[in-house]
């Protein structure tokens, strides 16, 4: 019976071992999520041409309060951004945000390195794209992947996924399985075991900034096709053929010259032939198209950035930096967004998965965004006043510091 017992603890053993390994292979995987997205049925999306008027349309059906319907707004939403000026104002907005350094604090308000490597991942990254998505789509529902650890013993989520957004019904709180299903069938995801894995950023009603971006970005895209159909019209000069030749094959002859005449313009018509080329006399393409594409331009900067001159040329400098301030104002408030939202909503629910983050905050490093010269002041006064660690800028500057200079007077004379 020993040997048996033994034997039967030495096969648990073996069992557990392969498990582990297993799970190390897989990325040790610690915790399974509830994915919100395998709920959900979702259809490939239909490309449909857009304007105004199916955008006052699609408005009144997001607003409706008994059964609002956003899917055809974010149809249009979509191909808006297909727009280089509206997508390079709000990537030029997105991206201050995802450049900036951010640090973590533990309960007693000092740096902690080690959980500050649970956020230096692509999870998090992606995580503060959506977040940020919220502000020109109006809200965003963030699933949380599975909880794993890397290969150097760091807990992290797998990834982070946007729940479809056709399918969350934001007014009420629930998810769709289809589209077209009624909001009062959906299935509640704020409250109970979905709550615990998805993130929700964004106002409840709120249509996000590409309902004002979306009239002037749609108006500016047939513009410009209205000017390519002026330009096949007027662009060219017109070619006109007179001849007194009754002949069918003399006729193919002259046409067949005339299609065919391209840069070295030349041609063997028959006797009797005149040729006219006659120049297009409508000037007036500048102030009809392109004045609306720069006033559709303005717009969307206006809409996104609050201001012109950090996408567009400006006229002076003075300007330009007045400019630079309202964006600035802009991101900040992007930022104070990121940190509300990864306080007050991710990191308790990180708590709550078992990741070491009790009594931790997340803060930006706004030390890190210092100028060359406000870096350079800030140095200066420290050691006006205080005695600093020559290792602060052998890291810093990469610079091998012997030792202090006894006497540097007139050294930079």
Same mark, same amino acid.
């Given at each position: 019976?020993?040997?048996?017992k033994?034997?039967?603890?030495?096969?648990?053993?073996?069992?557990?071992?392969l498990?582990?390994?297993? $799970?190390?292979?897989?990325?040790?995987?610690?915790r399974?999520?509830?994915?919100?997205?395998?709920?959900?049925?979702?259809?490939?999306?239909?490309?449909t041409?857009?304007?105004?008027?199916?955008?006052?349309?699609a408005?009144?059906?997001?607003?409706?309060?008994?059964n609002p319907?956003?899917? %055809?707004?974010?149809?249009?939403? #979509?191909?808006?951004?297909?727009d280089?000026?509206?997508?390079?104002?709000?990537? &030029?907005?997105? /991206?201050?945000t995802?450049?900036k350094?951010?640090?973590?604090?533990?309960?007693? +308000?000092?740096?902690?390195e080690?959980?500050?490597?649970?956020?230096?991942?692509?999870?998090?990254?992606? *995580?503060?794209?959506?977040?940020?998505?919220?502000?020109?789509w109006?809200?965003s529902?963030?699933?949380?992947? +599975?909880i794993?650890?890397?290969?150097n013993?760091?807990?992290?989520?797998?990834?982070?996924?946007?729940?479809p957004?056709?399918?969350?019904?934001?007014?009420?709180?629930?998810?769709?399985?289809?589209?077209?299903?009624?909001?009062?069938?959906?299935?509640?995801?704020?409250? /109970?075991?979905l709550?615990?894995?998805?993130?929700?950023?964004?106002?409840?009603?709120d249509?996000g900034?590409?309902?004002?971006?979306?009239?002037h970005?749609?108006?500016?895209?047939? !513009?410009?096709?209205?000017?390519?159909? *002026?330009?096949?019209i007027?662009g060219?000069?017109?070619?006109?053929?007179?001849? %007194?030749?009754?002949?069918?094959?003399?006729?193919?002859?002259i046409e067949?010259?005339?299609?065919d005449?391209?840069?070295?313009?030349?041609?063997?018509f028959?006797?009797g %032939?005149?040729?006219e080329?006659?120049?297009? #006399?409508?000037?007036?393409?500048?102030?009809?198209?392109?004045?609306r594409? $720069?006033?559709?331009?303005?717009?969307?900067?206006?809409?996104?950035?609050?201001?012109? !001159?950090?996408? +567009?040329?400006g006229?002076?400098?003075?300007?330009?930096? #007045?400019?630079?301030?309202?964006f600035? $104002?802009?991101?900040?408030?992007d930022?104070?967004l990121? &940190?509300?939202?990864? $306080?007050?909503?991710l990191?308790?629910?990180?708590?709550?998965?078992?990741?070491?983050?009790?009594?931790?905050?997340?803060?930006?490093?706004?030390?890190?965004t210092?100028?060359?010269?406000?870096?350079?002041?800030?140095?200066?006064?420290?050691? &006006?006043?205080?005695?600093?660690?020559?290792?602060?800028?052998?890291?810093k500057y990469?610079?091998?510091?012997?030792?202090k200079?006894?006497?540097?007077?007139?050294?930079?004379?």
């Open positions: 019976m020993a040997r048996k033994n034997a039967e603890e030495l096969v648990t053993i073996e069992s557990l071992k498990a582990a390994q297993k $799970n190390n292979a897989n990325g040790g995987n610690a399974k999520r509830q994915s919100l997205i395998a709920l959900l049925e979702q259809k490939t999306q239909s490309l041409k857009q304007d105004v008027g199916r955008w006052r349309a408005h009144q059906q997001a607003v409706n309060v008994e319907r956003r899917g %055809t707004l974010y149809d249009i939403y #979509t191909d808006t951004l297909i280089l000026h509206l997508s390079g104002c709000i990537s &030029q907005r997105m /991206g201050k995802l450049l350094s951010f640090i973590i604090k533990d309960a007693n +308000d000092k740096e902690n080690e959980a500050k490597k649970i956020f230096e991942s692509q999870w998090f990254y992606d *995580f503060m794209l959506h977040a940020l998505d919220s502000r020109y109006g809200h529902l963030i699933q949380l992947g +599975d794993i650890t890397d290969t013993g760091v807990m992290r989520f797998s990834e982070v996924e946007l729940v957004r056709k399918n969350v019904v934001p007014e009420f709180g629930v998810l769709l399985r289809e589209q077209g299903d009624d909001p009062k069938n959906g299935i509640d995801y704020r409250t /109970g075991r709550s615990d894995w998805c993130v929700e950023v964004g106002s409840k009603n249509l900034l590409l309902l004002k971006c979306a009239p970005a749609l108006s500016k895209k047939n !513009m410009i096709a209205y000017w390519d159909v *002026f330009g096949e007027f060219m000069p017109l070619r006109i053929g007179k001849t %007194t030749s009754q002949n069918p094959s003399d006729r193919r002859q067949a010259m005339l299609a005449m391209g840069a070295a313009a030349w041609g063997l028959p006797d %032939t005149d040729i080329i006659k120049e297009s #006399t409508r000037g007036d393409a500048y102030n009809v198209y392109l004045q594409v $720069n006033l559709a331009n303005s717009e969307i900067s206006k809409g996104i950035l609050n201001q012109t !001159m950090t996408i +567009d040329s006229s002076s400098l003075s300007q330009s930096q #007045t400019h630079l301030e309202v600035e $104002n802009v991101c900040a408030a930022h104070k990121i &940190q509300y939202i990864v $306080n007050d909503r990191l308790p629910k990180m708590v709550k998965h078992g990741f070491p983050l009790q009594g931790c905050t997340f803060e930006w490093d706004n030390a890190a210092y100028t060359p010269e406000q870096q350079r002041e800030l140095e200066r006064v420290l050691l &006006q006043y205080y005695d600093i660690d020559p290792e602060y800028f052998k890291s990469k610079i091998d510091i012997l030792g200079r006894e006497d540097t007077s007139g050294f930079f004379e």
